[in-house]
DNA sequence: AGCCGTACCTACTCGACAGTAAGTTTATTG
DNA sequence: CAATAAACTTACTGTCGAGTAGGTACGGCT
């Protein structure tokens, strides 16, 4: 229960409505993180922030109001920390490269972010549900387009619908693949960022190779039940 | 909250503690999976097991005890399930095939396990998360075998070594494609688990392909800061 | 100076839920 | 047909935590 503001001065100084709003969300950010919506107590996230409980309910809202914040939050810095690296008109591998590298990089930074974002997001049926789906569809969209985009320029383009399809569920594959090395970072912090990265590329962009010379792989014929 | 036992006869039966004990859990996997661990409450459990609340404490124990062991039985179940179809002495593809097919299967016939094991089982601290990673060092340990043979029979054997460490992290990978692939999975319900394997195979086999051949991508050289 | 709004607090209510005490009913076996 | 044990119940306790009522103190403005 680490206190993440107030200054040494005994003096609970008098602070604008904007930074103590700042200072709420990342003590909320933190304690979700450790414990999991259902487990983290309101008394605990003013305890970290250093206020008291009705200045959250004040600024914030509800325990729920105040974990979607904390969601709408953190998915705009990841998105914006991605968008900054990731610039169109590179080479597409590049690309690839320079956004999960930053995807990577952001999520060593802010594991609790991605605490939040990824697994306590996913656990609701709610209005989380949805807005956790809105990060895997948007990162899902942007790599199926860049590989389309590549393997449209390969010399097999006619290729052209099938490797639609393919790239789509390649795209699904690649982005659920970081979404499970980032978890596994969380419980395994002895890897650098730009060490998962390259793993990342290595299984990634064979796949993308294969897709570009039309190689699929079937499975052998019915001779089971 | 969808009553699983209690026959149509409006006699509540007399049964032996083996057969309440499966019900119980039964019911509480479904309780769980739906609500998530904290969110769920034994009263609910209790009502779909068709039961009052002191037999559950009486059999299983606690609320944490309980849930332990749902997750050993699902994982049990799970694990069999695969071993059952990947026999060793098949070529390495089709192990990994019907393993991944398998699993799959199990999967699409066993959300809730999937659910609770997977999602459930990683949001906690305790004895729970040590369990679960019992299960993916599992699959990992399987896979890196598997790949790391396959490569030792290709002809560029000599990356032993290599092969070794990115044979490693390879299966990382894959086991971790696989496991959001299943949790995508259970939000986007229309695929086939024939499908889903075939797309994991897709992105996997061309990845061991560039193993075999001593393939790796390269990050571009530094420009950036 | 005195007024007003906003930052901020202590101290409660009330409902939900884990866990239990203490009993009642049914099958079985000597 | 006792009598014993196991299956099963209702009806409670205690705690924890979300949300609030009803304030106090501090700064800006005229």
Redesign the interface.
């Known amino acids: 229960m680490e206190l993440v503001n107030e200054e040494a001065s005994g003096r609970p100084k008098r602070l604008p409505r904007e930074v103590r709003e700042r200072q709420i969300l990342d003590a909320a950010v933190s304690v979700f993180s450790a414990h999991?919506?259902?487990?983290a107590s309101m008394d605990e996230v003013s305890a970290t922030a250093g206020i008291s409980k009705p200045m959250i309910y004040s600024y914030l809202g509800s325990k729920e109001d105040l974990f979607a914040a904390c969601i709408r939050r953190e998915l705009d810095r990841l998105l914006v920390a991605i968008a900054d690296?990731a610039k169109p008109g590179l080479p597409a591998?590049?690309q690839l490269?320079?956004g999960v590298?930053a995807f990577f990089e952001f999520i060593g930074a802010n594991k609790d972010s991605w605490s939040v974002l990824h697994?306590?997001a996913?656990?609701?049926g709610g209005p989380f549900?949805a807005e956790h789906?809105l990060l895997?569809t948007r990162a899902i969209e942007l790599v199926a387009a860049l590989v389309i985009s590549a393997a449209g320029r390969s010399e097999h383009s006619e290729i052209g619908a099938a490797a639609q399809r393919?790239g789509e569920?390649?795209a699904?594959?690649?982005?659920?693949?970081g979404?499970?090395?980032a978890?596994?970072w969380l419980?395994n912090p002895q890897e650098s960022a730009?060490h998962l990265?390259?793993?990342?590329?290595?299984?990634v962009?064979?796949?993308f190779?294969?897709l570009m010379d039309g190689?699929?792989?079937a499975?052998?014929p019915e001779a089971?039940e």
């Not at 699904?172 to 693949?177: H, P, T």
């Not at 990265?197 to 299984?203: D, L, P, T």
Request: charged share 25%.
């Open positions: 999991g919506y259902h487990a690296r591998d590049q490269w320079y590298l697994r306590q996913s656990e609701h549900a789906r895997r393919t569920s390649l699904a594959a690649v982005v659920g693949a979404e499970s090395l978890d596994w419980d730009r990265a390259e793993r990342m590329m290595n299984v962009w064979a796949g190779g294969n190689k699929v792989w499975p052998p089971d």
